[in-house]
């Protein structure tokens, strides 16, 4: 018999091993039956911590994001574009990193205030760059929205990092698309080569930010 005493759950606890097992069973299996598995526990222990599986995404999110930021300088003398560069490459690069990472991203709320450190930075330079208040919201969420869809639809075909989900086939599709040819032939620039898609993509939203603020 062991005398080894158990590691006391807390919430960052809970949602590493959420995080982890994640990658394996998608967030679709992800419940909280299997997270209490995981960590050698009942699941009704894990209600002690979070009230429902929102609340959980929601410090699973959190932890996502501290991971995203723990090694992340900001430079002060970033151009207001480069500045949303890093931030939605590095965010992009921070979802793929798990199975289904932008459906857990989406719509939660983070638990704590360590995304105010890098929010402010950001704000701070749109704001001294010319841009109001409301005018740097809007273009930093408008980058950050772009890169959450991008990234959801992305794993929709990929769930992690060149690992195409079961039963997708590009030449399958033209063929059934053969009547609508121009579909058909965007088949290979909608679902392949997410890399150069991606930062396509976002230069546009950033030229796009711009043309409607007249600010270079």
């Known amino acids: 018999m062991t005398t080894k005493k158990r590691e006391p759950l807390d919430r960052r606890r809970v949602a590493d091993a959420a995080l982890g097992l994640l990658n394996e069973v998608g967030l679709d299996g992800l419940t909280l039956s299997a997270i209490g598995r995981e960590l050698g526990v009942k699941a009704p222990a894990l209600y002690w911590h979070f009230k429902d599986k929102q609340a959980l995404l ?11 930021v723990a090694d992340v300088t900001l430079d002060p003398a970033d151009s207001w574009q480069d500045r949303l560069r890093k931030s939605n490459h590095g965010l992009r690069q921070a979802l793929r990193g798990y199975r289904d990472g932008a459906k857990v991203f989406s719509g939660s709320r983070f638990t704590g205030m360590d995304h105010a450190v890098q929010m402010e930075e950001n704000l701070r330079l749109l704001t001294a760059a010319g841009f109001t208040l409301g005018q740097a919201v809007r273009a930093s969420a408008t980058t950050y929205l772009y890169t959450i869809g991008f990234v959801t639809e992305e ?20 063929r059934r698309m053969a009547d609508f040819p121009l579909s058909a032939a965007a088949g290979a620039a909608i679902f392949a080569d997410y890399e150069r898609h991606f930062t ?11 043309a409607r603020y007249g600010i270079d």
């Open 155 to 174: 794993q929709g075909v990929e769930p992690r990092p060149d690992e195409p989900r079961d039963g997708f086939d590009l030449a399958d599709r033209a």
């Open 58 to 68: 929601d410090e699973m999110a959190t932890q996502m994001y501290r991971r995203m």
């Open 200 to 210: 396509e993509g976002l230069e546009l939203v950033i030229a796009g930010v711009t």
